[in-house]
């Protein structure tokens, strides 16, 4: 007699034989997804899902939403080239016009958009070195807490990094306050020290090339930028020919209840870094700038996937359906009911520390009632010693992305 290994067992095996230590959602989640559609994903083992991964936001639409499936049916079907390296296509015109319809007015009336290796992290070094090039200048403003891709330039500018290069700032928020007073007065300290780091001439913080922010912190866990307080930002940067950079890789596309994040606040960025939900659920990433910017020389910033036909067409396909179907207010409204009830479960269960969000990007910071005060684990938000604690939020931020629930 014969015994056959299990199909999901034996995969699932050989996985942990064959690849890296790094493997990260794959040590979770132990599961062989084979179909998929909408918020629900079937494994190997009969079981239905659903995914509040998302792609990592990734997938706007949910999984092969029809609208997208079509796109690269249609290029498939019509012979053209898949791979074309920065050469001009009618795919990749039918993409640029449809993005530039969603940007910001004040962007988009006088942008240019370099496409990049198809991972947000490499549009992120794109845009640090399109700064620098046009400033002349090469140090970087970011935050604490900020996460920007996992290559050595973007890793600078996160917050579990050590660099050289880059100015650190305090990025505000309620729960766990750097100042530890929360609300609108901690929101103005943080603008302060800001404003403090670049004009007092003994900080050691020479004029940088750029300010990189994203509008609501991902990986930091799910902290939302103060209007008010980007906006101050966004003045502090403009006063001092500063370019600032919004990432907006994960709060993109309708995620946060507006189509780019940076809306809420009514802040034009000089340059946005744009990827994940843009390719529609395939491998893109684009740096949107302000055309005084660009000042490169040819083959500056290159990348050989960088004409990705078939996430040009998903790409194009999926910003027409949100933008046409509304679903970023859509996104908005189920946000506002979900936070709405965790708030109410928070109340009712000391473990959850705190509940916040914009939109459907959402996190929840579950903590350990009994621990002693000011500790990683507990809920008390104390003074500055009280920074962001690691291991402090369930899962990562991508795991609490919703992404997928912006289907109408």
Same mark, same amino acid.
């Given at each position: 007699m014969v015994v056959t290994e299990p199909v999901p067992e034996g995969i699932l095996?050989?996985?942990?034989?064959?690849?890296?230590?790094?493997?990260?959602?794959?040590?979770? !989640?132990?599961?062989?997804?084979v179909r998929a559609r909408g918020l629900t994903i079937e494994g190997a083992d009969g079981r239905r899902y659903l995914d509040c991964l998302s792609g990592a936001g990734a997938l706007a639409l949910g999984h092969n939403h029809p609208v997208v499936l079509e796109a690269i049916r249609n290029v498939l079907d019509s012979g053209a080239p898949l791979q074309v390296l920065d050469l001009a296509t009618p795919v990749k015109d039918a993409f640029v016009t449809e993005l530039f319809r969603t940007l910001p007015p004040g962007l988009a009336d006088h942008a240019r958009v370099q496409f990049c290796g198809p991972a947000g992290t490499d549009a992120v070094e794109a845009a640090l070195k399109l700064v620098r090039a046009a400033t002349g200048r090469t140090g970087v403003l970011a935050f604490t807490g900020a996460?920007?891709?996992?290559?050595?330039?973007? !890793?600078?500018?996160?917050?579990?990094?050590?660099?050289?290069?880059?100015?650190?700032?305090?990025?505000?928020?309620?729960y766990r306050c750097p100042f530890g007073v929360g609300g609108e007065r901690g929101a103005e300290l943080?603008?302060?020290?800001?404003?403090?780091?670049?004009?007092?001439?003994?900080?050691g913080v020479r004029r940088p090339a750029g300010m990189i922010?994203?509008?609501?912190q991902g990986e930091g866990g799910v902290i939302p930028a103060p209007d008010a307080w980007l906006r101050r930002m966004r003045q502090i940067t403009a006063d001092r020919s500063i370019p600032l950079i919004a990432d907006e890789v994960q709060t993109g596309v309708g995620r946060t209840g507006a189509f780019w994040a940076v809306e809420h606040s009514g802040v034009t960025p000089d340059v946005m870094v744009l990827s994940k939900a843009i390719g529609g659920s395939l491998p893109l990433a684009v740096v949107v700038y302000r055309e005084e910017l660009d000042v490169w020389q040819p083959g500056a910033h290159a990348g050989t996937f960088r004409g990705n036909q078939?996430?040009?067409?998903?790409?194009?396909?999926?910003?027409?359906?949100v933008r046409e179907n509304g679903l970023a207010?859509?996104?908005?409204?189920?946000?506002?009911?979900?936070?709405?009830? !965790?708030?109410r479960l928070a109340e009712e269960f000391p473990c959850v520390g705190d509940v916040r969000g914009r939109g459907l990007m959402i996190g929840v910071e579950m903590v350990d009632p009994e621990a002693p005060s000011g500790s990683a684990g507990s809920d008390e938000t104390g003074g500055a010693d009280d920074v962001h604690p690691a291991g402090a939020m369930s899962g990562s931020a991508e795991a609490r992305g919703l992404g997928g629930a912006h289907r109408p």
């Open positions: 095996r050989r996985q942990s034989a064959r690849e890296s230590a790094a493997r990260t959602y794959a040590r979770a !989640l132990p599961i062989v997804p996460y920007h891709g996992m290559t050595a330039g973007s !890793l600078e500018v996160s917050g579990g990094a050590g660099d050289v290069r880059v100015a650190r700032l305090p990025y505000p928020q309620d943080a603008a302060r020290w800001t404003e403090s780091v670049l004009d007092d001439p003994k900080s922010i994203e509008p609501v078939l996430a040009m067409a998903a790409g194009a396909a999926t910003l027409a359906f207010d859509r996104a908005a409204v189920l946000g506002a009911r979900i936070l709405g009830r !965790l708030r």
